[in-house]
T-cell receptor
Framework: AQSVTQLGSHVSVSEGALVLLRCNYS??????LFWYVQYPNQGLQLLLK??????LVKGINGFEAEFKKSETSFHLTKPSAHMSDAAEYFC???????????FGKGTRLSVIA | EAEVAQSPRYKITEKSQAVAFWCDPI?????LYWYRQILGQGPELLVQ????????DSQLPKDRFSAERLKGVDSTLKIQPAELGDSAMYLC???????????????FGEGSRLTVL
């Protein structure tokens, strides 16, 4: 069964600092991996996705993630945090054969001025 | 830009009452999901539809929850009777078709937040 583990339920960074949100996955087949962002009382918005093409994936709002098969990781990064990045971030995995996404528990990102 | 529509955005009800949530997916998306998201947690799948058929409802508490997608387009999720533990955000998502023309990603609605008193 597929699963994802997000390390750290809450991450706090200073404005302008590097953002690193960690995600490790478990899958019996080559996975498809996603990062979603959720602002308070809103639905989830796709940041980026890995679908077996390039291992370094660039997404919206300056975020990127690198798929590392040897580490079963798909960590999300952004070089310089902005106040508007404060939100909840979810990593998700699917085997893409029309199966549902399985989500991690989420990491809340706080950005300090 | 096409969106997944959900209503109501907010619902407050007393326990033992019935509640219903509606979802209209993006046109052309045959696959529709209902997820439940408890505060502070990630979304968890309740039910998956392919057109009008239920593909997976193994996590749906069938004694009180029901879901339908009669014409394979919009969908309704019902809870009867509601319990205190049902307080959560109910998210509907539709999936971009897999294949050369689609990315397979999920598009989410804004959600329906349920508070059971």
């Amino acid at each position: 069964a597929q699963s994802v583990t997000q390390l750290g339920s809450h991450v706090s960074v200073s404005e302008g600092a590097l953002v690193l949100l960690r995600c490790n996955y478990s899958s019996s087949v080559p996975p498809y991996l996603f990062w979603y962002v959720q602002y308070p009382n809103q639905g989830l918005q796709l940041l980026l996705k890995y679908t077996s093409a390039a291992t370094l994936v660039k997404g919206i709002n300056g975020f990127e993630a690198e798929f590392k098969k040897s580490e079963t990781s798909f960590h999300l990064t952004k070089p310089s945090a902005h106040m508007s990045d404060a939100a909840e971030y979810f990593c998700a995995v699917s085997d893409f054969r029309n199966t549902p996404l399985v989500f991690g528990k989420g990491t809340r990102l706080s950005v300090i001025a | 830009e096409a969106e997944v529509a959900q209503s109501p955005r907010y619902k407050i009800t007393e326990k033992s009452q019935a509640v219903a949530f509606w979802c209209d997916p993006i046109s052309g998306h045959a696959t529709l999901y209902w997820y439940r998201q408890i505060l502070g947690q990630g979304p968890e799948l309740l039910v998956q539809f392919q057109d009008e058929s239920v593909v997976d409802d193994s996590q749906l508490p069938k004694d009180r929850f029901s879901a339908e997608r009669l014409k394979g387009v919009d969908s309704t999720l019902k809870i009867q009777p509601a319990e205190l533990g049902d307080s959560a955000m109910y998210l509907c998502a539709s999936r971009d078709p897999i294949g050369t023309s689609g990315s397979g990603e999920l598009f989410f609605g804004e959600g329906s937040r349920l508070t059971v008193l």
